[in-house]
């Protein structure tokens, strides 16, 4: 069965320092796809990025980047000079074929993060 | 914006009571996911449509049921309701039935409170 661990439950921070969430999976599967999303105050999830599992490249987009990692399963977030505005709680999640070839997305538990100004 | 839409955004209602929550995908998505938040479970996948058809069950209680119609719209049906399924119902949707090809777009959320 598939797992995300999202071992940090809250974690606070300084507005402008860098922060790293991080993210745990497990799955017998080859081929999968990770997620993280952000559900700010207001509730709504908002898609931040996707990674298949053969794609082991990290990624920047502006202040973010991921760092995914297949030796230790993990695929971890890090956000560079933290804003106000990132408080929010994030979610990894990690999707594998289920059965009949349709994928089911499993979701960690979040990590919230607040950005004290 | 997703482009989801869920309605209705805040219900409160009695234990034993049935509601029905309904949600507009984003043009053109035939996929259709419901999802459960709630403090001690976190995000739980319930169930997906895709084009009509129940594609995929997660951790769907017997109580309750969905369906997708021929427009594309789902509604979730919870019945009997308890005090336990007080919870952010979370709908989203996706071009195709297979969630690794692309983002889930998710609506706002119906937050549900049983009294």
């Known amino acids: 069965a598939q797992k995300v661990t999202q071992a940090q439950t809250e974690i606070s921070v300084v507005e402008k320092e860098d922060v790293t969430l991080d993210c745990v999976y497990e799955?017998?599967?080859?081929?999968?796809?990770l997620f993280w999303y952000k559900q700010p105050p207001s509730g709504e999830l908002v898609f931040l990025i996707r990674?298949?599992?053969?794609?082991?490249q990290n990624e920047i987009s502006g202040r973010y980047s991921w760092n995914f990692q297949k030796s230790t399963s993990s695929f971890n977030f890090t956000i560079t000079a933290s804003q106000v505005v990132d408080s929010a709680v994030y979610f990894c999640a990690l999707s594998e074929a289920g059965s009949g070839g349709y994928q089911k997305v499993t979701f960690g538990t979040g990590t919230k993060l607040q950005v004290i100004p | 914006d997703s482009g989801v839409t869920q309605t209705p955004k805040h219900l409160i209602t009695a234990t034993g009571q049935r509601v029905t929550l309904r949600c507009s995908p984003r043009s053109g998505d035939l996929s259709v996911y419901w999802y459960q938040q709630s403090l001690d479970q976190g995000l739980q996948f319930l169930i997906q449509y895709y084009n009509g058809e129940e594609r995929a069950k997660g951790n769907i209680l017997e109580r309750f049921s969905a369906q997708q119609f021929p427009d594309l719209h789902s509604e979730l049906n919870l019945s009997s309701l308890e005090l336990g399924d007080s919870a952010l119902y979370f709908c989203?949707?996706?071009?195709?039935?297979?969630?690794?090809?692309?983002?889930?777009?998710f609506g706002e959320g119906s937050r549900l409170t049983v009294l």
């Open positions: 799955t017998r599967d080859t081929t999968y796809y």
């Open positions: 989203a949707s996706s071009v195709g039935d297979r969630v690794g090809t692309g983002e889930l777009f």
């Open positions: 990674r298949n599992s053969f794609d082991e």
